[in-house]
């Protein structure tokens, strides 16, 4: 089990960068898969990446290849989604998620989720 809390969203305009942060409190966290979901209004949540314990292997929706990099820190328990070249189409709660693997983090059934960050981008 781990904690997780989400920060660093924001107000921004198309064409802006954000990144967010994601810090984990609890024991082990590297050895825990994580990545990031998104939910709109008036949307279904939706994946958006997922990054391996170590770093090594990293997975993305299709409409944020290129734009959007996930990366993790683990001296800092510290998971990270980069976002570039943001659209109004990325305006969502972010939410980070933990889980055993890659896979139950995707499918979005990892059992730690933090509370999400609010990403709003303007056109």
């Known amino acids: 089990q781990v904690q997780l809390v989400e920060s660093g969203g924001g107000l921004v305009q198309a064409g802006d960068s954000l990144r967010l942060s994601c810090t984990a409190s609890?024991?082990?966290?590297?050895?825990?898969?994580a990545g990031w979901f998104r939910q709109a209004p008036g949307k279904e949540r939706e994946f958006v990446a997922s990054?391996?314990?170590?770093?090594?292997?990293?997975y993305y929706t299709d409409s944020v290849k290129g734009r959007f990099a996930i990366s993790r820190d683990n001296t800092k328990n510290t998971v990270y989604l980069q976002m570039n070249i943001l659209s109004p189409e990325d305006t969502a709660v972010y939410y980070c998620?933990?889980?055993?693997?890659?896979?139950?983090?995707?499918?979005?059934?990892?059992?730690?989720w933090g509370q999400g960050t609010q990403v709003t981008v303007s056109s």
């Open positions: 998620a933990a889980g055993e693997n890659m896979y139950e983090v995707g499918r979005g059934n990892s059992g730690s």
């Open positions: 609890g024991r082990a966290f590297s050895t825990y898969a």
């Open positions: 990054i391996s314990p170590l770093g090594r292997y990293t």
